[in-house]
């Protein structure tokens, strides 16, 4: 299986989106057309357009990082000796380049073009509908290929490219052996819930409110730092929101009137490995969720910055948008609406079984997914700010009569956290 999808060079061919790689592009779905068209093991090849993009791009950047040396050698030449700041600033500045473009250099060297996928980059499996997966290198299939069909990677990937048209071929005369011998370490782990019921004629609907708890421990294939294995504290994800939702936790239970509906704090766990916690509390609610009327969820709540509060979901109820523009008079956030539904955390789980979802984030940093993510870097007032708005929502949701309608937002390509989520992998 090659990987990516047909013409990537092609503005306006059938995958033209998310930069010539479309959804189709994912392992996972490639996987599954495989199981359903009966195969019994996967071995994927690098496709040639991206090995070869990846050398024009080396180059072009040697070029770029060649020609900014000549304008800064020329601005070091041009600096007045009497002014030694000038001189030196100017000097750093070239010192700079040089050192980009050797690293440049050095690793145009030894390129890794036709590397080979990381174990786990396609992420996690529960087993079922496995099938066992290989990378091999090119080199390696266009042997195979010359012996069997007299033609390289390269020419398949053309010709395909020339119609959009399949060239399966069988490969007479080879046989393919391998053994995987992976082994799935299972743990019990558990979602953690607090209920806290209402009353009068509407207690018997929910309203959940959830952040996940867990992070990627010791790094890993979940982490952006390679080859750490420092702790990942993981302070804004999602210490941040856990905190928070023990805080409306204790805010609203110790309200002196019940409110009119029942509200289920949420603290679920697995979320990093692909939201397990959520969606097995949606195969298995502890409430129904016909009668759970929103879902509320804090992923990132610890890093506010220039009061940009991100809103996703906010076109899933058309009540959301309005009424969290009124009760933001009172907040003051710079408040960025995402009206998607399904998006890579929690609420995703509830809105894929028709429920009004919002998610509050205070958008991505450098420190994401990495030891770096600690606490000291919190914006600790902003989290009482985020919880004191989502306080009032949730007040205002338990007490309004109606429950908010559900609305289907159409479906955009999935966003990807921190630009680098492993298992949307390609
Ligand atoms: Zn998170």
Redesign the pocket.
Known sequence: LMRRNPGQNDPHGPFATGHGISRHAELRTKLSQAIQHGAAGVLFINDPYSVAKAATDRTESITKAQAEIATLADEYLAAPDAEGDKVAAARDKLKGAVDRWKSLKASAEKPEDDGLMKFGYAGHNDGKKGLPSFHITQAQCNEMLKAALGKTLSDLETEIDSDYQPRSALLPGWKIQGTSDVKQVRADVSNVIGVLEGEGPLANETIVIGA?YDHVGRGGENSLAPGSTDIHNGAD??ASGTAALLELARRLSSRPQKLPRRLVFIAFTG??LGLLGSAYYVKEPVFPLDKTIAMFNM??VGRLNDDKLTMFGSGTSSRWEPELKALNEASGFKLAFKPEGFGP?DHSSFYGKKIPVLHFFTNNHPDYHRPSDDWEKLNVEGMFRVVEMLERMIIQTAETPERPDYIEVKQKPMAQRGGNRPYFGT
């Open positions: 996940h994800d999602n979320e990093e992923d990132m955390s």
